[in-house]
């Protein structure tokens, strides 16, 4: 039987919302020329129906004794609301400073790709698009770019039909 080290903890969505948590990367030094200085991974999770809610359980893989940084998003019929927080210990602690990161909603009437995504050596990316009805991530097609010697990804988008895209930034301050 496989073990599995790592940390889980629950939340409970009230009806008509979907969460969901990614797991924020930053970049080694030594990268930040070639990469972003952020990269994100969504966590995976298991649902629950208990009752009327939906009880979800997101695991991380490998929690650091520093804290993990989280991003949450909690998506509900018209809007979506965006905390940050950290993992430490068994406990998820929300952020009273928010963490920079733009986010936009995408939207077209024709059929649309989104190209030129870059990935980190180990396949992370800064930028996430997400369907708010499913909040499942939109997969890109990932290819190798021989000119630029480098891994990205394209995303085809639906017509008439919205996307909430997000990417870490660096604050300025």
Same mark, same amino acid.
Request: some cysteine; charged content about 35%.
């Given at each position: ?8 903890? =629950?939340?409970?969505? +009230? *009806?008509? #919302?979907? %969460? @969901?948590?990614?797991e924020v990367y930053k970049t080694n030094k030594e990268y930040l020329h070639k990469y972003p200085k952020y %990269? #994100? /991974?969504?966590?995976? &999770? %298991?649902?629950?129906? #208990? ?8 695991? @991380?893989?490998?929690?650091?004794? =520093? ?5 949450? $998003? =909690?998506?509900? *019929? /018209?809007? #979506? ?10 406990? @998820?602690?929300? &952020? *009273?400073? +928010?963490? +920079? $990161? ?5 939207? &077209? ?10 990935? %980190? +050596? ?11 009805e499913t909040t499942e991530e939109v997969k890109p097609v990932l290819y190798y770019d021989e000119e630029t010697?480098? @891994? ?9 039909? =919205?996307?909430?895209?997000? /990417? ?6």
């Amino acid at each position: 039987m496989e073990s599995w080290k790592g940390k889980h903890f =629950s939340i409970t969505d +009230p *009806k008509g #919302v979907n %969460t @969901v948590i990614y797991e924020v990367y930053k970049t080694n030094k030594e990268y930040l020329h070639k990469y972003p200085k952020y %990269t #994100v /991974e969504r966590l995976r &999770s %298991t649902e629950q129906l #208990v009752g009327d809610l939906k009880k979800k359980t997101f695991y @991380v893989e490998d929690p650091q004794d =520093s804290g993990n940084q989280l991003i949450i $998003f =909690s998506f509900a *019929k /018209e809007k #979506v609301v965006i905390n940050n927080g950290m993992l430490i210990n068994n406990e @998820v602690r929300i &952020s *009273k400073k +928010p963490m +920079p $990161f733009k986010f936009n909603t995408l939207y &077209s009437e024709e059929k649309m790709e989104l190209k030129d995504f870059k990935y %980190t +050596p180990n396949l992370k990316r800064a930028i996430t698009i997400i369907d708010p009805e499913t909040t499942e991530e939109v997969k890109p097609v990932l290819y190798y770019d021989e000119e630029t010697n480098e @891994v990205k990804g394209k995303c085809k988008l639906k017509p008439y039909k =919205s996307y909430f895209a997000f /990417e870490l930034g660096e604050d300025k301050k």
